[in-house]
């Protein structure tokens, strides 16, 4: 497994714009499937957004579509999610996390972050 740290998460009005980085250990990062999940107070952990592991595909929640971008830096083994055009919706616990197979399928993820949290005011 790899280790995740999140960070970057914090309070924005409505509209602003956040970056979310998830620092990784070891030297496996480039072979991982990487995504962002979030979960916001009493509601279920939902999908984001995920990067396959050479970073030449992507898939985006339709909530997100448009707004959130991710990537990734595998020399650095860190993975972003740029976040724009913020809405108070938005606010939840975010989470990046590892994992190999298709990104659709819950048991593909292996390895979860502690998450941040992110706050969108109205």
């Known amino acids: 497994q790899v280790q995740l740290v999140e960070s970057g998460g914090g309070l924005v009005q409505a509209g602003g714009s956040l970056r979310l980085s998830c620092a990784t250990s070891g030297r496996t990062f480039s072979t991982y499937n990487m995504g962002w999940f979030r979960q916001a107070p009493g509601k279920e952990r939902e999908f984001v957004v995920a990067i396959s592991w050479v970073g030449s595909s992507t898939l985006y929640a339709d909530s997100v579509k448009g707004r959130f971008t991710i990537s990734r830096d595998n020399a650095k083994n860190t993975l972003y999610l740029q976040m724009d055009s913020l809405k108070p919706e938005d606010t939840a616990v975010y989470y990046c996390?590892?994992?190999?197979?298709?990104?659709?399928?819950?048991?593909?993820?292996?390895?979860w972050g502690q998450g941040t949290q992110v706050t969108v005011s109205s």
């Open positions: 996390a590892a994992g190999r197979g298709p990104v659709t399928s819950t048991s593909s993820w292996r390895s």
